[in-house]
């Protein structure tokens, strides 16, 4: 059974920076693809970042290219998600996701499409950028 758990989540100042983390376990399938999303209240929950466990290769929401940066470490089975120059239009509830495959095709697609119907998710933290 697959199990995302969160950490990082807290109060930033406008301009600040925050690293999320994402403990992973279960993760038996051939290839899959990790990703962050978010969600504010009243909207959608939209993809920000993924990185694919074949080859660590990345896929970034435009509107966070630049600011977002996804990584792994394998040893310690976590991906992270580290967030600069945060405004309050980042204020979210942010999730960990994971789809796996046995086609290294199609986990590559799930990150590039992001769809907010990834197989497994966490809990979620949250994310308030406020002064």
């Known amino acids: 059974q697959v199990q995302l758990v969160e950490s990082g989540g807290g109060l930033v100042q406008p301009g600040g920076s925050l690293r999320l983390s994402c403990l992973t376990s279960?993760?038996?399938?051939?290839?899959?693809?990790i990703a962050w999303f978010r969600q504010a209240p009243g909207k959608e929950r939209e993809g920000l970042a993924c990185?694919?466990?074949?080859?660590?290769?990345?896929n970034y929401k435009e509107s966070v290219k630049g600011r977002f940066t996804i990584s792994r470490d394998t040893a310690k089975s976590t991906v992270y998600l580290q967030m600069n120059n945060l405004g309050p239009e980042d204020t979210a509830v942010y999730y960990c996701?994971?789809?796996?495959?046995?086609?290294?095709?199609?986990?590559?697609?799930?990150?590039?499409?992001?769809?907010?119907?990834?197989?497994?998710w966490g809990q979620g933290t949250q994310v308030t950028v406020s002064s």
């Open positions: 996701a994971a789809d796996g495959s046995i086609s290294v095709t199609t986990a590559k697609a799930m990150c590039f499409m992001m769809p907010p119907r990834f197989a497994s």
């Open positions: 279960g993760l038996t399938s051939d290839y899959y693809a």
């Open positions: 990185i694919s466990s074949s080859d660590g290769s990345t």
